[in-house]
């Protein structure tokens, strides 16, 4: 129910934006969420955006380079990824949970997307 994409390749420095959209789902009434996963790692919450005019929230990692924004009447959530690191290379995934404040417990978010690869070089 959620797509995922704007990922691919970029030198340290550089810039990608993530887009997840639904034809489902009316991503407003749901707080979303950005998670990766890097090769031999656990998944882990990047940032997330508040149901109905929420905050956000940023793992301390990605705070000043990262911006998660939604627009609303296109039913898309954005993830501005500024100053990229190699680091910050995994697989991207968007996740949404209805109504519910902004956290990443995964066991709350009720539909994922497939993911969107993100590959930093240096």
């Known amino acids: 129910q959620l797509v995922e994409s704007g990922g691919g390749l970029v030198q340290a420095g550089g810039s990608l934006r993530l887009s997840c959209v639904s034809s489902i789902l009316t991503l407003d009434y749901y707080s979303i969420a950005w998670f990766r996963q890097a090769p031999g790692k656990e998944r882990e919450g990047v940032s997330c955006i508040g149901f109905s005019g929420g905050g956000t929230m940023y793992v301390d990692s990605v705070k000043g380079r990262f911006l998660i924004s939604r627009d609303n009447a296109k039913n898309i959530v954005y993830l501005q990824m500024n100053n990229l690191k190699p680091e910050d290379t995994a697989i991207y995934y968007c996740?949404?949970?209805?109504?519910?404040?902004?956290?990443?417990?995964?066991?709350?978010?009720?539909?994922w997307g497939q993911g969107t690869q993100v590959t930093v070089s240096s």
């Open positions: 996740a949404a949970a209805y109504k519910l404040r902004c956290g990443y417990d995964p066991d709350f978010f009720v539909s």
